[in-house]
């Protein structure tokens, strides 16, 4: 099992319906009630964007912060991985 496998499938990603959400995976169905392979590109870039604070962007409960972060993650993506995005 990689770091990164682990990381994915352990990472805390806030709290819904008064459980912890742990891994994307989790989340996926958590949020979206879909598989993590179903979701669209937005969808799926909602727990990445919700790592660093994840419930205050939390995509249910705070929709219009963790929109606003996925669309920063999709800007720097275009811009290119060193590109700051303010």
Known sequence: MTQLHIFIN???LGTYEGRDVVGFPAAS???FRKEFSELTEDEDLSPV???I?????????????S???VNRIKRRRRLG????VH
């Open 10 to 12: 352990s990472a805390y």
């Open 29 to 31: 169905r958590a949020y």
């Open 49 to 51: 964007a919700m790592l």
């Open 53 to 65: 604070a994840p419930n205050d962007l939390n995509v249910v409960t705070r929709p219009e912060g």
């Open 67 to 69: 929109w606003e972060r």
């Open 81 to 84: 991985r060193h590109a700051r």
